[in-house]
């Protein structure tokens, strides 16, 4: 009997100086939440990203904010691997366009490969389009097509290993035209057209829609038409091999706990749901929805097939 005593001792003595050696594990938040959109702000995942950041901010008392993190001509990978490198935590989450987790492991950035990022759910259908002035010599794809055999035309875009922008260049080369030459810039806007810097050039149509009426939009790189531009066919109505949408989601390093996830994930299912997001998506033409992250896992997937195909085309 005293031994069976002597052991419950024992057994209780540890198990006390255990609780008091391991710390129970803090519940998210339990800090400033940043959320890293690796362009500059005032595009459509910029605002929702504010909405989204406001949003947790608001349900669990702690600090959240959106940080802009433009890569200067390198696209979105500079403001990737700030994700990446971050504690995986749930304390610094990405706000990604899709190339991210398909072009971003096969460029050469260490951090990036193999990919360390699972989404959290995608959020956003960019209004992507290809636009020109409007007093330029061609008012649609076929037209610029014909222009360019026989005169320079300068193309302006995110980052050369971006969807959109392979997508452009594949649908030129389908077209029998190429850019007499391209660059990358981190905002593609009114000005960047006004200024004559680009001849086309690939962007949202939220950042030129304050000039919507001086410029042409040539082809949307949409699954529908967008509503802002009716008119204008998408790409795949032009040439059905290269249809994609440009999507935009949420994403945390892959060791991120399921709590933080499930946190995030309401924050945004709430605003999505919101009539401050309806009306936005009217307002801009985006799509704007909720995937979780087995739909987005499999988005990602099936967008990886469209990414091969374009290589392909552009070899």
Not at 2 to 8: A, E, F, T
Not at 147 to 152: D, E, G, M, R
Not at 182 to 188: T, V, Y
Not at 237 to 265: C, M, Q, Y
Request: charged share 20%; proline share 8%.
């Amino acid at each position: 009997m005293k031994k069976i005593i002597s052991s419950l001792l024992c057994a209780t003595v540890l198990a006390a100086s255990a609780a008091v050696t391991v710390p129970a594990q803090a519940e998210y938040p339990n800090k400033p939440v940043q959320f890293i959109v690796p362009w500059p702000p005032g595009d459509l995942e910029d605002v929702l990203t504010r909405m989204i950041a406001e949003d947790l901010q608001n349900a669990h008392g702690q600090p959240a904010a959106v940080v802009n993190k433009p890569g200067k001509g390198a696209g979105p990978f500079p403001g990737a691997v700030e994700v990446a490198k971050a504690d995986p935590d749930g304390h610094t989450v990405g706000s990604f366009v899709i190339g991210v987790p398909i072009i971003g492991p096969r460029i050469g950035i260490p951090e990036l490969n193999p990919n360390p990022f699972e989404p959290v759910g995608i959020f956003l259908t960019y209004p992507f389009v290809l636009v020109a002035a409007k007093d330029a010599p061609y008012q649609s794809m076929a037209e610029l097509a014909e222009h360019a055999k026989s005169n320079k035309v300068i193309l302006g875009h995110f980052g050369a290993p971006l969807i959109p922008t392979k997508v452009s260049l594949a649908m030129a080369k389908n077209m029998g035209f190429s850019y007499a030459s391209d660059a990358a810039f981190d905002a593609l806007d009114c000005n960047t057209i006004a200024s004559g810097d680009v001849d086309v050039m690939n962007t949202t149509i939220q950042l030129v829609m304050p000039c919507l009426d001086k410029v042409n939009v040539l082809a949307s790189v949409t699954e529908e038409r967008i509503s802002l531009a009716p008119d204008a066919p998408t790409v795949g109505e032009l040439d059905s091999s290269l249809g994609v949408a440009l999507w935009n989601g949420l994403f945390v390093h892959k060791d991120t706990p399921a709590d933080a996830r499930a946190k995030i994930e309401a924050a945004a299912k709430r605003v999505i749901a919101s009539d401050k997001a309806k009306k936005f998506a009217q307002e801009t033409g985006a799509l704007i929805y909720w995937k979780d992250a087995a739909s987005s896992t499999a988005q990602i997937e099936a967008d990886t097939v469209i990414f091969d195909r374009l290589n392909e085309i552009l070899q």
